[in-house]
């Protein structure tokens, strides 16, 4: 912790890459955890020294969250091809668990930063968001949940009190809502505002849900998220020492795994909402973790998708309040 505090405290800002872990998924189409950081800095959003390889998590702090035994079981590479095929990582292989350590790593490493470190009081993973990863199973492309993990960090190491989960993806956090349940009844709070009609099937039980109807296009879609952060606004103000933000773009039209119609700057908008929330409720850090968005060959470009992903990343290192 010294040696990221010394580190750290030069920079307004921070974010934490795990592109050198990430594996194609084709030949010379680089994946969007590799292309956005790129983009990034030749946008000129982001200085290049703001963008830091994540440290693994610890064995010991994934198990204190998860169940040792399935914690176990993928290192080791003993799951099911099933279980695997749940999760979206078959088969089986050391660098994908390589990858796995270095992400769930940089959402601690982030939440960290934002709570010591920047003088902005923000931080990004640019990866994360595991919220479909429950105790003892994956799912979803999450194998273990970053969110909660780094929340029960700083909740061991008494740094904070209360954490609030606000998850704008368009599938429900259903794996954060479980775990929190289980792990932090009382020191958490968790936001999920998703596609009623899409993946899980079986919703969990967030703190506030909020169900959206498919096709939902900007006007509506900002006009929904800004009455329930008003809703959070009086429910917490002055209870939360940190927000954990999983700011999924697949909420944008044409997502292929998406079934609502937000334009790219409806997404820009959502997240200075976001940011201006946390400045309303007494300037709270903020980690932002990049969550869901789905490429398709001919409707919806990764270059968009990584294009939405870049301007989170804009908005929160360089929005102005």
């Known amino acids: 912790m010294q040696q990221l505090t010394q580190q750290a405290k030069k920079h307004i800002f921070t974010c934490y890459s795990s592109a050198k872990f990430s594996l194609a998924i084709a030949p010379q189409k680089p994946h969007k955890h590799v292309k956005v950081p790129e983009m990034l800095t030749e946008q000129e959003i982001i200085p290049i020294n703001e963008i830091f390889t994540p440290k693994p998590i610890s064995i010991d702090l994934l198990k204190q969250v998860h169940d040792p035994i399935y914690v176990d079981k993928f290192i080791n590479g003993t799951m099911s091809d099933k279980e695997l095929r749940r999760m979206g990582f078959s088969p089986w292989s050391e660098k994908i668990v390589e990858r796995v350590f270095h992400t769930i790593g940089a959402t601690k490493c982030a939440a960290y930063d934002a709570l010591l470190n920047t003088t902005n009081k923000r ?187 870049v301007n989170t990343v804009d908005v929160m290192r360089n929005y102005k309040i």
């Open 123 to 309: 931080s990004c993973n640019l990866a994360g968001g595991g919220h479909h990863s429950f105790y003892d199973k994956g799912g979803g492309y999450c194998v273990w949940n970053d969110i909660i993990i780094a929340g029960h960090s700083l909740l061991v190491d008494g740094l904070i009190r209360k954490y609030l989960v606000i998850d704008l993806d368009v599938h429900q956090g259903d794996g954060t809502a479980s775990l929190a349940a289980l792990h932090h009844d009382k020191q958490s709070f968790t936001f999920s505002m998703h596609n009623e009609n899409n993946f899980p099937l079986r919703k969990e039980k967030s703190n506030l849900d909020v169900p959206l109807k498919d096709g939902i296009e900007d006007e509506e879609y900002l006009r929904i998220l800004n009455e329930n952060l008003k809703i959070l606004e009086q429910e917490l103000k002055g209870k939360i020492d940190i927000i954990f933000y999983q700011s999924g773009v697949d909420i944008m039209k044409g997502d292929r795994f998406g079934r609502l119609k937000v334009s790219l700057q409806g997404v820009k908008r959502r997240d200075e909402m976001v940011l201006d929330f946390a400045k309303t409720m007494g300037d709270i850090p903020i980690i932002s973790m990049m969550g869901g968005g789905y490429f398709d060959e001919d409707k919806h470009p990764i270059e968009l998708v990584c294009q939405a992903h």
